[in-house]
């Protein structure tokens, strides 16, 4: 079974006991898109100054991000909502730590393609 839902929703529902009591939900894939919010304010069709309002609450919602409000949030709401205690496995510890790879790393694989070609 498959879900798709927002990064916030998915650390909730990684940590609720009757979603993921077994441990055994996994996170597949990656985000798709990434995007704000606001596209009420976006347009100002008809001059009521909502344009002007999009721009002030982008800049205290800015502020506030940048002063890690919104983090510090998620992270109580999270640990307010945890009732599932999930230990990691050996796999997951390593995956965690694996390492991107680099131009040079993939280089031989590079060089064997062209002399292939």
Sequence with gaps: ????????SWSI???ANEINGDCSLKYLGRPFKTGGGGFVTSADYKGTCTGLMNAV????????????FF???QN???QKETTATCVLDASMVADAKQEPVQLRTMGGLFVLHVLVS
């Design 1 to 8: 079974v498959g879900v798709i839902v927002d990064v916030f």
């Design 13 to 15: 529902l990684e940590v």
């Design 57 to 68: 609450l982008a800049l205290h919602m800015s502020e506030m991000d940048d002063e890690g």
């Design 71 to 73: 983090e510090e949030l």
């Design 76 to 78: 109580s709401r999270i």
